[in-house]
């Protein structure tokens, strides 16, 4: 991927990731032709997140997002998915980082339970 905004936003999402969970796990998962760095998968005590990059946007789709508080109202994608929810961020968007912050910590609060 050429370093351009969705490679940037990619880092930031990465680096708040890892801010509000340091035992984190990142991996590339699902490598192909189209494709061949795979998607970053963001796991703690189970899949929290994934971080996928479209022509359009970056896609940050939560494993288990139907069942996290969204108060600040992230989620804009998937919203009719039985279990998962998505952030879809298109070029010039701002991710509001505490309530980012603050969905990663509940994803793996949930996950531990």
Do not use: H, Q
Request: net charge negative; aromatic share 8%; hydrophobic share 40%.
């Amino acid at each position: 991927m050429s370093n351009d905004w969705r490679s940037e936003t990619i880092e930031t999402v990465r680096t708040l990731i890892t801010t509000a969970e340091p035992d984190m796990a990142e991996e590339a998962k699902w490598r192909k032709a189209s494709n061949p760095d795979g998607v970053p998968t963001f796991s703690c005590d189970g899949l929290v997140c994934t971080a996928e990059t479209y022509k359009d946007k970056v896609k940050l789709t939560f494993a288990k997002g139907a069942s996290l508080d969204d108060p600040a109202g992230l989620f804009n994608a998937s919203l009719d998915a039985g279990t998962r929810r998505a952030i879809d961020l298109f070029e010039g968007d701002s991710l509001d980082e505490d309530a980012f912050v603050a969905l990663i910590k509940d994803a793996v609060a949930r996950n531990r339970a």
